[in-house]
């Protein structure tokens, strides 16, 4: 069973920041993707960022690049997502995800197999 738990969401006002934590649970994987999505209301889920199983590939969406910053400190500890400068349009219920056996960074929902249960990050003008 794998198991994600994301939290730290909150409202803040444009040009604040928020720092979101995912804390996974599973064992035996040594490769793995873990993934930052978002999907604000009536739109389709968008890919955040990834970060690879050794962190030596993180990627980006280019409309978070320079403000977003995705971390981790080993293979089993919280991966975070940074996010400074936040927008308006960064409104959204945020999921991390993880693809196990993976070594690239893939960016689509549906290569991600197991799901957090989202966290509401609301940015008021």
């Known amino acids: 069973q794998v198991q994600l738990v994301e939290s730290g969401g909150g409202s803040v006002q444009a040009g604040d920041s928020l720092r979101l934590s995912c804390v996974p649970s599973f064992r035996n994987f040594v490769f793995y993707a873990m993934a930052w999505f978002r999907q604000a209301p009536g739109k389709e889920r968008e890919f955040v960022g990834a970060?690879?199983?050794?962190?030596?590939?993180?990627i980006y969406t280019d409309s978070v690049q320079g403000r977003f910053t995705i971390s981790r400190d080993n293979a089993k500890n919280p991966t975070y997502l940074q996010m400074n400068s936040l927008k308006p349009e960064d409104t959204a219920v945020y999921y991390c995800a993880i693809r196990p056996g993976e070594t690239t960074t893939p960016a689509r929902p549906d290569d991600y197999e197991y799901w957090g249960q989202g966290t509401q990050v609301t940015v008021s003008s």
């Open positions: 970060i690879s199983w050794d962190t030596g590939t993180i």
